[in-house]
């Protein structure tokens, strides 16, 4: 009978660190179960290398602390809120954000690893050491480690933009819950959301993406793109897409704070909303089968739900508001 070849180390550690995430990040599907079933059963440095990340999950806070505390980490930029939407879990990403940070100095002693942050209605921009930027959507956080041999960047979920450094002798790696992107010097963004959402969009060079998810991780295998290609993978499949200037201007219209809607649905747009203001958005069923469309500034909540009670007066959109910020968008015919 053949078995299957071990993994390399570092692809090893790169399978348990995604697997980890999608454990901490969201509840496992029977495909996604069965996938992860069969993975551990495909070589016996699997299952150990997974109990390792995940071990660290019942005391995060205090692990990370004490790293803090000890000066062994460094984190820039305030801590994420944890309020969960729709668009992800906050509390998760932060979860994952430590397990990676753990293990990363575990796996590889006196490497420095740093926690990335951007809270709730606020972007981030961050130079690494080796000059790369790394600019942060609002209720993202990553873990970054520069190294001699390598630059690995984890994020749960949320949305990176990045401008690499070029420096062949060094790969740099983003690693999510549905996939990695590697790159050695370019211009992209990352949008993830858990396990089930990956959108990378190349500006400048080409990366290598790989997606993750349960359904096609295996048969898709690694993509590659170049300047103005956008790949997006769902549960189900995956999409390429190549942009024209303007789309993707507007794919990246979050760096200044605005949202491009073109005849997007309400639900869609909304959610937009909820994951910059950490705030939880729930919509009906008939306000969600609205579109909307124009430029809006990400940041004015308030304006986007006044305007959308005035321009939608014929399906007669009412806003509610709930203890603790929630709003409620429904159709005044709706219970």
């Known amino acids: 009978m053949n078995e299957t070849p071990s993994l390399p180390p570092e692809d090893l550690d790169e399978q348990a660190a995604l697997w980890a995430a999608r454990l901490e990040g969201s509840v496992l599907t029977a495909g996604e179960r069965a996938e992860l079933e069969k993975w551990l059963a495909g070589d016996p440095a699997r299952r150990p290398a997974l109990g390792a990340y995940c071990g660290f999950s019942s005391s995060l806070d205090r692990a990370v602390s004490e790293l803090v505390e000890s000066g062994a980490i460094e984190i820039r930029g305030p801590a994420p809120a944890r309020s969960r939407t729709w668009w992800g879990v906050a509390g998760a990403g932060a979860a994952f954000a430590a397990v990676a940070l753990c293990v990363l100095l575990l796996v590889r002693p006196g490497g420095r690893a740093e926690t990335l942050t951007a809270p709730a209605g606020q972007r981030q921009a961050f130079t690494l050491s080796d000059g790369t930027r790394i600019e942060l959507n609002a209720?993202?956080?990553?873990?970054?480690?520069?190294?001699?041999s390598g630059r690995r960047v984890r994020m749960a979920s949320g949305e990176a933009f990045f401008v690499v450094a070029k420096d062949k002798s060094r790969p740099f790696v983003v690693d999510?819950?549905?996939?990695?992107?590697?790159?050695?010097?370019?211009?992209?963004?990352?949008?993830?959301?858990?396990?089930?959402?990956l959108d990378v969009t190349v500006v400048e060079g080409s990366v290598q993406v790989r997606p993750g998810g349960a359904d096609h991780a295996e048969a898709q295998g690694t993509v590659d793109l170049g300047a103005g290609d956008r790949l997006s993978a769902v549960r189900g499949g995956v999409s390429l897409t190549r942009l024209a200037d303007s789309d993707l201007d507007d794919a990246l219209a979050w760096r200044q704070g605005k949202i491009v809607c073109k005849m997007m649905p309400l639900s869609e747009a909304l959610a937009l909303f909820a994951h910059y203001h950490g705030r939880t958005i729930v919509v009906s069923p008939g306000a969600s089968a609205l579109h909307v469309g124009g430029r809006y500034s990400i940041e004015d909540l308030d304006g986007f739900l006044a305007q959308l009670e005035l321009v939608q007066q014929d399906h007669k959109v009412r806003v509610d508001r709930g203890p603790g910020g929630a709003i409620r968008v429904s159709l005044a015919a709706e219970p």
């Open 139 to 148: 209720n993202t956080s990553v873990v970054v480690e520069v190294g001699r």
């Open 176 to 197: 999510t819950p549905a996939g990695s992107v590697r790159v050695t010097g370019t211009i992209f963004n990352v949008l993830t959301e858990a396990s089930s959402q």
